[in-house]
């Protein structure tokens, strides 16, 4: 298996809505990102996990809350969004922390975000 | 401190014919290179990359780019674009520590 699988690949969902993005990959990678990106725009950086552990945290709002439960899954939990945040929310990972040289990502499909 | 920069937002090109797309960047110390490649609907894939070696690197699918120390460049190229070549190209430079960071993206459209 050499893919990153994110789900829901598209998500509409309301200003007081509660909702999570989810990002599986069994290739053994030990570091997980999450990343946005806006149309026709570079991927921003969010967060960073290295071994189950957050490492970056890329002065996000609160109103993202990264979790990593175990080595092959990266959640995103989302509350009380707004509109600009409509966004493609990327997930990729990489074989250990340090290693992005060698490798580089491996990215998911991401999932289309619109708040409305 | 490391930064990419991508000159041309938007490169038509006709079927079959020579592309280039420019990558610029500048950090004072070694760097490894990359390209991605973004189709529509979809993540990033990694096109190619320059690590260290020879100054010329190739994809499978065609591309090619070279890095230039003195030019700080590493320019994408392919002999013959095909229709399914059209995407949004991402150079993407990282120095030290595990931050990649990313031009602001060509969006290259081949037509028939």
């Known amino acids: 298996d050499t893919e990153v699988t994110q789900t829901p690949k598209h998500l509409v969902m309301g200003m007081t809505n509660k909702k999570s993005l989810k990002c599986e990959q069994h290739?053994?990678?030990?570091?997980m990102y999450w990343y946005k990106q806006k149309a026709k725009k570079p991927p921003e950086l969010m967060f960073v996990?290295?071994?189950?552990?957050?490492?970056i945290n890329e002065s996000v709002p609160s109103r993202f809350s990264p979790e990593c439960p175990n080595s092959s899954l990266l959640n995103l939990h989302l509350h009380a969004l707004q509109p600009e945040d409509s966004a493609l929310y990327l997930c990729?990972?990489?074989?250990?922390?340090?290693?992005?040289?060698?490798?580089?990502?491996?990215f998911g499909s991401g999932t289309r975000l619109t708040v409305v | 401190a490391q930064s990419v920069t991508q000159l041309d937002s938007q490169v038509p090109v006709f079927e079959e014919a020579p592309v280039e797309l420019r990558c610029n960047y500048s950090?004072?110390?070694?760097?490894?290179l990359f390209w991605y490649v973004q189709y529509p609907n979809q993540g990033l894939q990694l096109l190619l990359k320059?690590?260290?070696?020879?100054?010329l690197v190739e994809s499978i699918n065609g591309f090619e780019a070279e890095f230039n120390k003195s030019q700080t460049s590493f320019h994408l190229r392919k002999p013959s674009v095909h229709i399914s070549d059209t995407a949004e190209y991402f150079c993407?430079?990282?120095?030290?520590?595990?931050?990649?960071?990313f031009g602001t993206g060509t969006s290259l459209t081949v037509i028939p």
């Open positions: 990729a990972s990489s074989q250990t922390p340090g290693t992005e040289a060698n490798y580089g990502y491996t």
């Open positions: 290739m053994g990678h030990r570091a």
């Open positions: 996990y290295s071994y189950e552990k957050l490492s």
């Open positions: 950090s004072s110390v070694s760097v490894y």
């Open positions: 320059y690590l260290s070696g020879s100054t």
């Open positions: 993407a430079v990282r120095a030290t520590g595990n931050q990649f960071y």
